[in-house]
């Protein structure tokens, strides 16, 4: 069994990933702004108070986590905001490049130290952030700051390859959440199908962007 840490699993597919690695028997380190009461009914060790866009929260975590071998790192922390062209919000478009690209890479920079050789590193993407697949445009600042955070994902893979260390883009689906307003798939089944691509990872496969259903997407 493994060791793995999430962030933002208050709720949502994050919350589905820490009930699904427990019940099998992983060690999960629960990583979350503030607790949910789904999330301390799940009997995991969490870790609140950390905003993965706030450089000494990280810190603060990385702190906590001194000396600890991780062998999952998923980085699934992320929000979404509404736009529109002519009428574009600039600092809500930063915030969500703050917590969706750079949180990633926050993260698991503070953490490389505690990444296990041979382990994976997990980042939750969106189709939408696909160049190729944009066939309706809207959302600049999500669309964006998930293009970008796959090619922090691709820097990534090459940085930790020596060690062993995968790295995979994962696309959940559209998932009923509180992000997408309800509208989509079971987090469950999201959740289900992400942990089956993260388990399959592995070094010739690595620096790949994937659906949860097990295909390749286009950058």
């Known amino acids: 069994m493994s060791t793995v840490l999430i962030t933002g699993c208050n709720r949502g597919i994050g919350l589905e990933i820490v009930r699904q690695l427990s019940e ?14 789904g999330l301390s009914a799940s009997g995991v060790e969490i870790v609140d108070g ?7 929260s990280v810190q603060r975590l990385a702190a906590a986590l ?9 980085n699934n922390a992320g929000i979404l905001r ?12 930063l915030e969500q490049y703050r917590v969706n690209t750079l949180g990633p890479l926050r993260v698991t920079e503070a953490l490389a130290g505690n990444l296990a050789d041979g382990g994976k590193v997990a980042i939750v993407s ?35 390859g020596p060690r062993g260390i995968s790295v995979a883009l994962l696309h ?12 989509g798939i079971d987090p469950g089944t999201a959740a289900g199908g992400l942990i089956r691509r993260i388990d399959e990872l592995t070094p010739a496969t690595s620096g790949g962007f994937w659906h949860a259903e097990g295909y390749r997407l286009p950058w």
């Open 24 to 37: 099998r028997g992983d060690t999960v380190i629960a990583v979350c702004r503030r607790a949910s009461d």
């Open 66 to 74: 001194d000396g600890r071998t991780i062998d999952v790192l998923i």
């Open 126 to 160: 969106s189709r939408v952030g696909s160049i190729e697949d944009n066939g309706s445009g809207g959302h600049y600042g999500y669309r964006a700051s998930k293009s970008a955070v796959n090619q922090v994902g691709m820097n990534l893979k090459h940085e930790l």
């Open 82 to 93: 509404d736009d529109r062209f002519g009428d574009l919000d600039y600092e809500a478009m």
């Open 50 to 56: 950390i905003d993965v866009a706030d450089a000494a």
């Open 172 to 183: 959940p689906g559209l998932v009923a959440t509180a992000m997408t307003g309800g509208r």
